[in-house]
């Protein structure tokens, strides 16, 4: 594989937000929102993660739901 390529794959990846929280992927539920893709925590076993198109709409709402949890 070429660097262009590499360069490429990465900047694709980088329009996507991995969720690690049950409670978050919840309430993005709740807003409408669902992932594109679920998977196993690699590093915590019996965990999954949620992964979402980092719409500006979708990381709006990611980032009021994550403050909301620290208040």
Do not use: D, H
Request: hydrophobic letters at 35%.
């Amino acid at each position: 594989m070429n660097k262009s390529n590499n360069t490429n794959t990465n900047a694709k990846m980088s329009n996507f937000k991995r969720v690690y929280t049950l409670r978050i992927k919840q309430e993005l539920k709740k807003l409408g929102f669902e992932p594109v893709l679920e998977s196993e925590n690699v590093n915590k076993p019996g965990f999954k993660t949620w992964l979402y198109e980092a719409s500006p709409a979708f990381i709006e709402a990611f980032e009021e739901i994550a403050n909301r949890g620290r208040e």
